[in-house]
């Protein structure tokens, strides 16, 4: 490491490199992004990101990994939540989709990446497979310990159905308003949550034919 890049490290600093790169990713994309202008907006030497990142492409795994970490983190933890007051569906989805949708998911500069990462590029596909199948699986096993009618088919497709509308309305860009004349609005956060929540339980039950419940 340089000498610049020495003098521009503090403890913080790797933080605000991911900040700035998840901000410069979500905006100009994989291809677009640039280390200069990472480097620029951290406030740091661009040999400071080398240092800790190596390659764009190690640093753009990176963001994916923390972001990553920190909404698994609240999905778990809300599941868990759910688990200890006596799981339902509901209680399942809202687990799933809060974290994303709060703080947790980093806002819109996170929302855009995230909203990208099933487009099939193989990168991407490698980096959601180790980022997010383990707490996928999790998720999938709780649906059919909520609802024990559900096969192991059914509750794969109910999560990934529900990642889906998931990824819909993550962006928050305007559409569904728009769409609505107004009527509909993705804010607050609490009830977009519920009504996927909601939408993503009567998938469920419809594919194996049942009825709803709170």
């Known amino acids: 490491m340089t000498e610049a890049a020495r003098a521009s490290e503090t403890p913080d600093a790797r933080e605000r490199i991911l900040d700035a790169a998840e901000q410069d990713f979500a905006l100009h994309g994989f291809a677009g992004a640039g280390m200069k202008s990472v480097a620029a907006a951290a406030e740091v030497a661009q040999g400071l990101i ?15 990994e923390r972001r990553a970490a920190i909404i698994n983190a609240g999905r778990l933890a809300r599941l868990e939540a759910a688990e200890a007051a006596g799981l339902t569906l509901r209680g399942v989805f809202r687990a799933f989709f809060a974290p994303p949708l709060g703080p947790e998911g980093g806002g819109a500069a996170y929302a855009r990446i995230f909203a990208t990462l099933g487009a099939g590029l193989d990168r991407d596909r490698a980096l959601v497979a180790r980022c997010y199948d ?41 559409r569904l308003e728009r769409l609505s004349s107004g009527a509909a609005t993705t804010e607050p956060v609490a009830d977009t949550v519920e009504r996927l929540a909601a939408f993503a339980e009567g998938g469920l039950l419809g594919l194996i034919g049942g009825a709803g419940s709170d």
């Open 134 to 174: 383990e707490t996928a699986r999790r998720f999938i096993a709780a649906i059919r310990r909520a609802e024990p009618r559900a096969g192991e088919a059914e509750a794969a497709w109910a999560y990934v159905l529900a990642l889906g509308a998931l990824i819909t309305v993550i962006g928050r860009d305007g």
């Open 50 to 64: 080398h240092y800790h990142f190596g390659a764009k492409e190690r640093l753009y795994e990176a963001v994916i």
